[in-house]
């Protein structure tokens, strides 16, 4: 399933504690990116494209690129809702995605996903839902279902935890069928960029955006007999946000995108 958040599409869980990290003395609420471009090496990679973002105060209004458009619903002060368009050449917007969210004592609780809108399933053939549980400030457990479009009936499809230390989540360890995969993660001290959109900090790992910026992850599965290691580096500006980071595929040396950010 692709990414409903286009504009972070190629990273990265933004949470709302804060680290004790360099550059802690910078919050300055008012520092939102204004866009964020993606750069790839090849074609075979991905498209280059430009997001424009839009707010109301804090709160994201909208993400459009040229070729898609996700629009932001907030209640109160959280996200319930994302949808994603894409846009053809004329213009024409077309539902592509939605994700809708439920909170339990201002906390995420459910995450439902919808894809593929015809006349015969105008809520979406494909259906998935998350559930979480947050076992305490640093853990939370999760279990995804497939739901038929039908019957409405649930299929669970994988489990896992998320562990988090300074905001940060270091570790996400998924469980499906007999395979687990896990993930662990490094940071560095400086501002996430997304880190003072409202609301983003309750949407987990949706977005894979941290209060600070991942500089490695390793990836084990217990499937495969070597672990991949993904590393990142970052060029900042002088309110410690990152203006470009350039990320690496497995191998450590190849160039899998880059992306540039405006405030």
Known sequence: MKKLLLLFCAFTLLLTSCSSGENSSSEDKSILPKTISYLYPSVNLGTNTKNTLT???????????????????????????????????????TKDMEAEYTYENGKLKTRITRESF???????????????????????????????????NETKISEGTFAYKDGNLIEDKNVRGVVTSTRTYEYDTKNNPLKNILGLDLLLKETEISNNN????KRVDSDLPNSSIYLTSYIYNDKGFPTKQTSLAGDGKTVEYEIEYTY
């Open 55 to 93: 707010y109301d105060g804090n709160k994201i209004v909208s993400s459009i690129s040229p070729i898609s458009k996700v629009n932001f619903t907030y209640t109160g002060n959280v996200i319930t809702k994302q949808q994603l368009f894409d846009v053809d050449s004329k213009g024409l917007e």
């Open 118 to 152: 015809t006349t015969k399933y105008p809520n979406g053939q494909y259906i998935g839902k998350t559930v979480y549980t947050h076992v305490s400030n640093n853990l939370i457990s999760y279990i995804d279902y497939k739901v038929d479009p039908d019957t409405k």
């Open 214 to 217: 991942i500089l490695k992850i």
